[in-house]
């Protein structure tokens, strides 16, 4: 369930001016490799097609204005059911590998990332989440805090009896994980409201649904806590550092930041427009 | 161990007696009736005396003879008697405010003197009327705001109602109102809070040294008394301000026997919003009652309640309420001339509901409270005075229950399990004056806490509920491996506890004294917040299985100064404190409709310790105080096996409400009789916080990097503003019966924009990563309207 972070919200609604930037010195460590692998096969599609790119970085000082990317690595992955490796390359030398022969993630198979860079090895294990496509997103004429907001209707059947966790992909890097406890079975709908200063309509958005294990649920839940999306004011939670799937085999201690997941995913185009 | 030596002493005691004698009663407020908290009974030929307990009763025993008594209280003209004492006598006392012997509205001396000799040490008391003339934000009399002056009290954060004391978890103040457990102090999530001030009698706070008759809380006690409402007249208090407006009513029903009062306090911005073609709503009230009924000499009941609520409404799509209902019904019984007795019968409960339409759930959850409470006051010679009592509380928490708010919502229902707990205490605390010189207060508290049985309880593989996974380098939630079910009569988990408490005090001169004490407390049930302060929303648990009673031990010793005759007083006490098993969480820890809790907590300790400084003015055009405490605040978890790092590497870290520095000044001045000023000053060390280290990205999305080994090493800005407020008593009041003032008042006199947080974003437009700094108020005037017929 999203965290609904109204006590700050309202604050500014009676008190304006309360935000301010302000400089900060802020602490530095040692560059730490990102691995940035999130795999989404399109399964409702025909054909079914996959997006399957490693994006390899390195962390940088938070105020820094570039990220850097990493060119020099070995990536390739490993199909645990019968070892079989497939390649990946960074054909245009900007930190995105990306396999050498087209490949969908198939069902039920566990598989091995591994990736070799400044002579260590990081590896690091996923299997594929089932989901279940959009049964409708359509515009709805709503408002939540400001009035200024614009609401998306979205609908979709819950497969019964297991635990689903799903990640909404609402474009403009907008994100929801959400957990079928509370609608499990269901047909269920929510409504997501894009803030004007996310958002402006009229405007064509993609969104997409991925069906995502509880662990990522979590580690994606404190990520968009942690990016400022929803964060501010006094009760904001204590942050946390946030490790994700992936180790380093040959110095633990320089241990990774990034995941390795893949998902079931489901996307829909739709254009939204001004309402009054 | 300790039981024996209360018995020698108790023996020492009376071994000695002669023929002596008891005068016992109850000492009123000549003009309302209403019985005076604390008044001082002094025979100074004796050098002996004592007070008037929390029903204004007094009683003391002392040889045969004819002396002088002296009963004063501050704010009351001294009334100076004498007494034949030849057998024992009933002698109720009536004092005069200082006000009327003047015929005018003077604002009464608001500050207490300080009292070297009593061995209570650590405890500070404010007057209703004191508290209304410290300038506060929006001009609403706040109680909480007024006690964050006081050294060794620090405030979660601005627009948050909690409060730390000496450097405890704000869960870990017991907040009592006319003895009933208030749960949530905080109304519009934390800008007011819910006491209304016209209503109180009398506040304490209880720092350290905390008596025995007190319990299930570790770091401070806020005993707040309400009013009785006037037996003799009817009498009108109000006031108007620019969120709320108050009216109290009481009066006799029947003429010095029973008498009512009923108060009523309510926001009102809300409903000008429809003005502005604007759905939202935002409003709270309170309500307080008591009916009064004085039996008889020996004979009287109370019947008192609160009911507080909030409501808070973003069109239909949100909507959040929530609030405390407390009754209570105490009988005041005299045993005899030397035992009183108090029965009370406690309801309490507390209420958080919301709705979120665009989810299509509704929510609720609480907590509800019945408390039986017999105390004794056994006033056994001048020298020594025994409380004891037992005390036993059940609690129903109700965790959670969601529920789909309307029929196409798709949500299914889901009820949390409900938690069962009862507590039982017994207590016996005396006050002993064992010379001139030396004073001691010294008792026992012994507390049972039994976990009743519910429906489910979660059952873990090696009862472990925290899993470490030493390859991923984090702690997660396992999974239950089963279920137990139990009948409600049955204890999942029990716990017992003797807590001692131990003050003395030992007057080196007629002005100075120092004190010591030791207090040791057990605290059953834990606020799981994982927030900087406490919000509305924030859930109780209940020690058991696998959540362990918090342990405090406290060592406090003082030097206590009067100065030129008691217009100056200079306090000041340094203090150590301990807690065994402190929660923390693991990270990504949900808190809110966890069945599962227990998957989310780490169990660690903390430690608290300071100096505390507070130099006073007492008397004078110029009255007023200057508190300074230097103090820290740490908290450790370890790991609970070797192979485990816990948090922050197992080193000490900060706890949320560490402030270095605190130091705050507040002085009034009263120019003539039409006009007064007051003003206060606040500087604090900034609260902890921390800073990226680095950043990221991952689908896109900026992350900041926050190092693990690094929990709580940054600050916010240091805090500190400036308040004024002048309060007007126009002439015309004069031999009328419309009594009023006006105050007016600016808090954060110059703007200063102080860090309630500072959060880390990507900037929608520049893309670029900035440090955005949240503060609430900057400069807020106000103007309040307050009236008495």
């Known amino acids: 369930m999203k965290k609904i972070y109204i006590l700050p919200i309202l604050m500014c609604f009676f008190f304006s001016n309360c935000e301010k930037v302000v400089d900060i010195d802020v602490p530095s460590i040692q560059p ?39 060119t020099n690595a070995t990536v390739f992955l490993t199909d645990l059911s019968n070892n079989t490796i497939v390649n990946f390359s960074d054909g245009n030398a900007d930190g995105n590998y990306e396999p050498l022969n087209p490949f969908i993630p198939a069902d039920n198979v566990d598989y091995e990332l591994t990736i070799i860079y400044d002579n260590e090895t990081y590896k690091g294990i996923a299997t594929k989440v089932k989901s279940t496509p959009f049964t409708k997103v359509e515009q709805g004429d709503k408002t939540l805090f400001s009035g200024n907001e614009t609401e998306l209707k979205i609908d979709f059947k819950d497969p019964a009896n297991i635990e689903n966790y799903y990640l909404f992909n609402l474009s403009n890097n907008l994100f929801l994980s959400v957990e079928d406890r509370f609608f499990d079975g269901s047909d269920y709908n929510f409504s997501y409201f894009y803030d004007e200063d996310d958002l402006e309509v009229p405007a064509t958005v993609e969104i997409k649904m991925s069906g995502i294990t509880k662990e990522y649920f979590t580690y994606f839940r404190v990520l968009v806590d942690q990016s400022g999306q929803n964060a501010g004011g006094p009760f904001e939670t204590v942050p946390s550092s946030l490790l994700g799937n992936m180790i380093n085999t040959t110095n633990e201690s320089n241990f990774p930041l990034g995941y390795f997941h893949i998902s079931e995913t489901d996307t829909f185009t739709i254009s939204l427009v001004k309402k009054d | 161990m300790k039981k024996i030596t209360i018995l020698i002493l108790l023996l020492s005691a009376s071994i000695f007696s002669q023929e002596k004698y008891t005068i016992s009663g109850t000492i009123y407020d000549d003009s309302s009736n209403e ?58 006392f009536k004092l005069k405010e200082e006000t009327e012997s003047l015929d005018e509205i003077v604002i009464e001396s608001n500050i207490e003197k300080l009292n070297v000799r009593t061995p209570q040490m650590s405890v500070n008391k404010l007057t209703a009327a004191s508290i209304k003339q410290i300038p506060v934000v929006l001009g609403e009399a706040d109680i909480i705001k007024s006690i964050i002056l006081l050294p060794g009290v620090t405030s979660a954060g601005e627009g948050a109602s909690g409060f730390n004391v000496r450097g405890g978890a704000a869960d870990q103040n017991l907040i009592l109102l006319d003895e009933a457990v208030v749960f949530n102090s905080s ?49 009108a208090t109000g006031g108007i301000g620019l969120i709320s407006s108050r009216l109290l009513l009481e009066g006799p029903i029947k003429e010095e026997k029973i008498s009512f009062l009923i108060g009523g306090r309510s926001s009102y911005a809300h409903l000008f919003l429809p003005l502005f073609d604007n759905d939202n709503t935002a409003y709270f009230y309170d309500l307080n009652t008591k009916i009064n009924y004085r039996i008889n000499d020996r004979n009287s009941l109370f019947f008192s309640g609160y009911f507080g609520k909030d409501v808070f409404g973003i069109s239909e799509n949100f909507v959040n309420t929530y609030g405390n209902q407390v009754a209570n019904l105490r009988w005041n019984h005299l045993f005899s001339d030397k035992l009183f007795s108090n029965l009370s019968l406690i309801y309490s409960d507390y209420f958080y509901g919301l709705t979120l339409d665009f989810v299509g759930f509704e929510w609720d959850s609480g907590i509800t409270n019945y408390n039986l409470k017999y105390d004794f006051n056994h006033f ?20 959670g229950n969601i529920f789909p708010n309307r029929d196409d919502s798709g949500i299914v229902a889901e009820k949390l399990i409900d938690k069962y707990a009862n507590e039982f205490a017994a207590y016996i605390d005396a006050k002993h004056k064992i010379s001139d010189n030396l004073r001691l207060q010294y008792g026992i508290r012994f507390s049972n806490f039994t976990r009743l049985g519910q429906d489910e309880l979660n059952v873990y593989q090696n009862n472990q509920p925290v899993i470490y996974n030493s390859q991923f380098k984090v702690y997660e939630s396992a999974t239950p491996v089963g279920t137990e079910t139990f009948n409600r009569s049955d204890a999942i988990a029990s716990f017992n506890n003797f807590e001692p408490r131990v003050s003395m005090s030992y007057v080196l001169d007629d002005n100075t004294s120092v004190k ?42 003082g030097y206590f100064k009067s100065l030129k005759d008691g217009d100056y007083s200079l306090e000041t006490e340094v203090f150590y404190k301990d807690i065994q098993n402190r929660i923390d969480y693991i ?67 900060s706890t949320p409400f560490d402030k270095t520095h605190d130091f705050s000044v507040n002085a009034s001045y009263d120019l003539n009789k039409k006009w007064k000023f007051n003003t206060n000053f606040v500087f604090q060390t900034g609260q902890p916080t921390n800073y990226p280290v680095g950043q990221y990205e991952i689908q896109g999305l900026n992350v900041p990097i926050f190092d693990e080994n690094r929990r709580n090493a940054d600050r916010l800005p240091a805090y500190h503003r400036l308040d ?45 990563n900035e440090a955005v700094q949240t503060s609430i108020f900057g400069l807020v005037p106000s103007v309040t309207y307050n009236f008495k017929f």
């Open chain 2, 516 to 557: 010591a004490s030791y207090n040791r407390m057990a605290q059953y049930l834990h606020l799981l917040s994982n927030t900087a302060s406490p919000t509305p929303l924030d859930v109780w648990a209940p020690s058991g299985r696998y959540i362990k009673p918090q342990l405090l031990n406290q060592y406090a010793v």
């Open chain 2, 187 to 235: 109304h519009l999530f934390g800008f007011f809070s819910v006491f209304n001030p016209d209503v109180i009698k009398d506040i304490r706070l209880y720092k350290g040294g905390i008596p025995a008759k007190y319990g299930g809380r570790l770091s401070s006690v806020l005993d707040i008394y309400q009013k009785e409402g006037n037996s003799k007249e009817f009498k």
């Open chain 1, 32 to 70: 730490k490799l990102i691995v940035d692998a999130s795999f989404e096969v399109l399964f409702d599609e025909t054909p079914v097609t996959a997006n399957t790119v490693v994006k390899l970085r390195l962390s940088a000082d938070y105020f820094e204005e570039t990220i850097p990317t990493v």
């Open chain 2, 724 to 768: 004024i407020s002048a309060t007007l008593t126009p002439r015309k009041n004069k031999n009328r019966k419309w009594q009023a003032e006006w105050v007016f008042g600016i808090y954060n006199v110059y703007g200063r924009q102080n860090a309630a947080s500072i959060n880390f974003r990507e900037n929608r437009e520049t893309m670029r």
């Open chain 2, 35 to 92: 019985t005076l908290i604390g008044v001082s009974v002094y025979f100074p030929e004796l050098n002996s005396g004592t007070t008037t307990n929390e029903y204004g009763f007094y009683s003391i025993t002392i040889p045969e003879g004819t002396y002088k008594v002296q009963v004063s209280y501050l704010g009351f003209s001294t009334l100076l008697e004498t007494i034949e004492l030849n057998k024992k006598i009933t002698k109720n």
């Open chain 2, 380 to 399: 056994i010679s001048d020298k020594l005075k025994l409380s004891y009592g037992i005390n036993n509380i059940y609690t129903k928490f109700n965790p």
């Open chain 2, 587 to 653: 990270n990504g820890a949900n808190l809110v409709a966890n069945n599962e809790i227990e998957t989310v907590i780490l169990n660690g300790q903390a430690r608290a310790y300071g100096l505390e400084v507070l130099l006073k003015k007492n008397e004078g055009k110029l009255k007023g105080w200057l508190a300074y405490t230097l103090s820290r605040s740490e908290q450790q978890t370890l790991g609970s096996t070797p192979n485990e790092p816990g948090i922050n590497r197992g080193e000490w870290y």
